[in-house]
């Protein structure tokens, strides 16, 4: 049985910056693909960032939050981390975590590309 487990969130003023984390567990923690999704009052599900995490952590992000979101891993390569900053209000959403063994064939920001999800952190920007 697999579990994603996020931590982190909370409100933050305009500007400011905030830390998510991500851990993984099940399938021997063997997960390459980690991702972090969000969704707003208004809007669908989409992806911000990514890392294959196996050989070297290539990463990828969203345009909308490149320069200011920081996706990581450490040495156990079963936990991610997502450090965001500058934070603006649009920013306001519920961040999952998605997690898969292995790479499925479609784009790194496509829902269906991870089999297990953590449960939603929400981060509110405020003014």
């Known amino acids: 049985q697999v579990h994603v487990l996020v931590s982190g969130g909370g409100s933050v003023q305009s500007a400011g910056s905030l830390s998510l984390s991500c851990v993984a567990s099940g399938y021997n923690d063997q997960f390459n693909w980690m991702a972090w999704f969000r969704q707003g009052p208004s809007t669908g599900r989409e992806g911000v960032a990514a890392?294959?995490?196996?050989?070297?952590?290539?990463?990828y992000y969203a345009d909308s939050v490149k320069g200011r979101f920081t996706i990581s891993q450490d040495n156990a390569k079963n936990t991610i981390y997502l450090q965001i900053s500058s934070l603006k209000s649009e920013d306001t959403a519920t961040y999952y975590c998605?997690?898969?063994?292995?790479?499925?064939?479609?784009?790194?920001?496509?829902?269906?590309?991870?089999?297990?999800w953590g449960q939603g952190t929400q981060v509110t920007v405020s003014s």
């Open positions: 890392m294959w995490t196996n050989g070297g952590g290539t990463t």
């Open positions: 998605a997690v898969d063994r292995n790479y499925g064939g479609g784009a790194w920001s496509e829902t269906n590309e991870y089999n297990f």
